[in-house]
């Protein structure tokens, strides 16, 4: 029986009483935690506040949106949503949709394309001007986008372009974004060589390198370009103000204003419902691709 | 399989930093050669010209009987093995293997065999299915040399292809490599081999011939055994052999026919025929002898240098044993059982080298000038 009593204090020496300065150590900790997360969720809220507003918001009835200041509808209704997607045009919002999709998906599309080609160019091969090319492209990135909207409205103008898509994605489907451009240089910067070295030997042209070897690679950056460029023309309201004047083409961005100008009392329930609309598509594409996204724009921890 | 000639070939960079300096090299059809030298010896660029992944500034390049100067990678009949592998990250083994077939549109019935047999010979067929990424470091070499294997090259390029691995995968990589080598001459299908490496354990192990180099510059050609017994000039001398051969600046002068070899206020007459082998007057020379022909006897023997014990390393079957002679450093390897266990560090001892063995080269030059 003695035997026992000896098998068993190891557990019982572990649950010995913590002491004073142990106690004291993990009350500090705890209390130390609270504070930081209390501070962080509050701040947390206070940034995300507008968007759980707007989204509350967009459930009131118009009498209720100022009459409340809370963000709970006190009657949900989705008559916001119906009225906003009806429009005052002829158009429902869907066909706004369209309008935006039809400039986002060559716009993006195009991106990819083009600034992979002359991403590969400036980070691969050697050719004469390059470092005064690739200065230049790094130097329009610097320029103010205001300098330039006169002489390219001008342009498009004589060549005919005001009033359609054309552009609004064509210069960005040319590799017209050098910051894109940018971005992929650097990434292909830290991808080492041997790879495409290795497909030369087993004898790929430079275009099937290209494809089969480096685009691969590139995934997780060509994620983050198009992601950039989706949601930065999903937003982008001063381009279609400028280049498109007829409401049949109005893109989202635009549409949204159409809200505020065409009724005499503005129907904030049904703007906000529409805008809820208009960032989910942004959001959803964000929380699906956000793995890759983010591995793209900390481009310098890639492996080979 | 073909063989390989490089006649004066040249490599300049774009900031006239000249790398390789017209080097003349004839790889026979199956044999196995190995480049070696230091960091920066061009060795990795002369490969890399051969691939064609790097242009030459001069000379001719052939690969068979076709000039290959011009041809891109992929049309040179090579294949080529990279110190980091370089397998395609996003493909799987089997598409590893098999997309230079592939990208020669070869029927898919064709590939598939060509991939089991690589396979098999390489012990990778379960590994088929599995990314590089879930590969061990040995595993992916195999995949490496697999991908290689499988286009029937002209001519093999390996590019440091072990110096990634732990010592022991090393060890039985090389003997990997070496059997398939000798295994696809059986099998009447010779693999014209051009191997590089900075590892003389490699080079001396696995090539039919060594090509020391050393600044863009080739130093001597020849088998193993002739390297490291006959080397041309006092780089290969110190380059080839463990611990490295001592080399020490002596003056030469004659005593009756005899040679005398003076360094520092020490001089040893050499007998055994060393006279019969000198191509040079008296002057100023480089004594060359290894630490493994060198013999530690008492002080004050005849035709022995006096020093005094520096070191003492004990490496088991062998001791080396440092010594310090007019200030001149000397490395003896004695074998553990001919050692005297009572010799410890600052005592005098006599080095005899031994003069069938002893390599004189030209102080200047650095040429081997006792060579019969």
């Known amino acids: 029986m003695a035997m026992l009593s000896d ?54 009835t118009n009498a209720e949106m100022f009459t409340s200041p809370s963000f709970w509808p006190n009657e949900p209704t989705v008559q916001g949503y119906i009225d906003g997607w009806k429009t005052s045009t002829p158009y429902t919002f869907g066909k706004f949709f369209l309008n935006s999709l039809w400039i986002i998906i060559p716009k993006v599309i195009g991106t990819a394309i083009s600034c992979t080609l002359v991403a590969y160019g400036f980070a691969r091969f050697e050719f004469p001007f390059k470092k005064f090319l690739f200065a230049s492209v790094i130097a329009t990135l610097l320029l103010p986008n205001v300098v330039t909207r006169i002489p390219q409205y001008l342009l498009f103008r004589d060549i005919g372009w005001l009033d359609s ?16 451009v940018f971005m ?34 590139l995934t997780p950056a060509l994620i983050s370009v198009c992601l950039f460029q989706f949601m930065w023309t999903m937003n982008d309201f001063l381009g279609p103000l400028i280049y498109v004047s007829s409401v049949e083409k109005y893109p989202v961005s635009l549409a949204l204003k159409l809200s505020i100008d065409t009724t005499e009392a503005f129907a904030w329930n049904q703007i906000l419902a529409m805008s809820v609309l208009a960032l989910a598509p942004s959001l959803t594409v964000f929380f699906l691709a956000q793995k890759y996204f983010i591995e793209g724009i900390s481009a310098g921890g890639v492996k080979g | 399989m073909a063989q390989l000639q490089l006649r004066s070939v040249e490599k300049t960079y774009g900031n006239g930093f000249k790398a390789v300096h017209g080097i003349n090299l004839d790889v026979k059809e199956g044999e196995f050669m190995v480049l070696v030298g230091p960091s920066g010896c061009a060795k990795s660029t002369t490969l890399r010209m051969i691939a064609g992944l ?6 001719e390049i052939r690969i068979g009987d076709q000039v290959v100067n011009d041809l891109v990678p992929g049309k ?31 029927p898919k019935d064709k590939i598939e065999e060509a991939t089991q047999e690589v396979s098999s010979i390489l012990e990778i067929e379960q590994l088929l299915e599995r990314l590089p990424k879930q590969l061990s470091g040995g595993q992916a070499q195999r995949v490496a040399l697999g991908r290689a294997l499988i286009k029937h090259p002209e001519v093999f390029l390996f590019d440091e292809p072990l110096s990634n691995l732990d010592a022991k995968l090393r060890a ?34 696995m090539g039919d011939r060594i090509c020391v180099m050393k600044d863009g510059h080739i130093m001597q050609v020849d088998d193993p055994a002739t390297l490291y017994e006959r080397p041309a000039n006092d780089f290969v001398a110190g380059f080839i052999g463990m611990p490295e051969m001592n080399l020490v600046p002596c003056a030469l002068s004659r005593n009756g026919g005899l040679p005398v070899l003076s360094a520092g206020s020490q001089q040893i007459t050499v007998g055994d025929g060393l006279a019969d082998r000198l191509k040079a007057e008296d002057g100023k020379v480089t004594l060359g002898i290894r630490p493994q022909h ?45 050692f005297d266990n009572n ?14 063995r002893i390599h004189i080269f030209d102080a200047a030059s650095g040429a081997n000038i006792s060579l019969s």
């Open chain 2, 172 to 205: 039985s990589m090389r003997v990997r490599i070496t059997d398939l080598h000798k295994r696809l001459r059986n099998e009447g299908r010779p693999a014209t081999v051009v191997y590089v490496t900075h590892d003389q354990v490699e080079a001396m192990t």
């Open chain 2, 76 to 106: 040179r009949g090579i294949a080529m093995v990279f110190q980091n592998y370089a397998l395609y990250p996003h493909m799987k083994v089997r598409r590893n293997l098999s997309f230079g077939l592939k990208l020669k549109r070869i």
């Open chain 1, 165 to 180: 898509f054309l552009p609004l994605w064509v210069p960005s489907a040319m590799a017209g974004d050098a910051f894109f």
């Open chain 1, 184 to 217: 992929i240089v650097q990434f292909l910067r830290a991808i080492p060589r041997d790879m495409e070295e290795a497909a030369r030997v087993d004898g790929a042209t430079t275009l099937q390198t290209l494809v089969y070897i480096v685009v691969p690679m």
């Open chain 2, 294 to 338: 060198l013999s530690v006897v008492p002080a004050g023997t005849d035709g022995a240098f006096n020093g005094t014990i520096t070191n003492l390393e004990f490496m088991g079957h062998e001791v080396n044993l440092h010594a310090d002679v007019d200030g001149a450093a000397f490395v003896a390897v004695v074998p553990s059982e001919d």
């Open chain 1, 7 to 60: 098998i068993s204090p190891k557990g019982r020496g572990d649950r010995r009483p913590p002491t004073q300065i142990e106690l004291k150590l993990r009350r500090k900790a705890r209390v130390s935690a609270t504070i930081r997360y209390g501070l962080l969720t509050l701040i947390g809220l206070l940034m995300v506040y507008p968007l759980i507003w707007l989204i509350g918001a967009s459930f009131k």
């Open chain 2, 343 to 356: 010799l410890k560090r600052g005592d005098k001892v006599g080095l005899r080298p031994d003069g069938r």
């Open chain 2, 54 to 59: 790097e242009t030459i500034t001069g000379g």
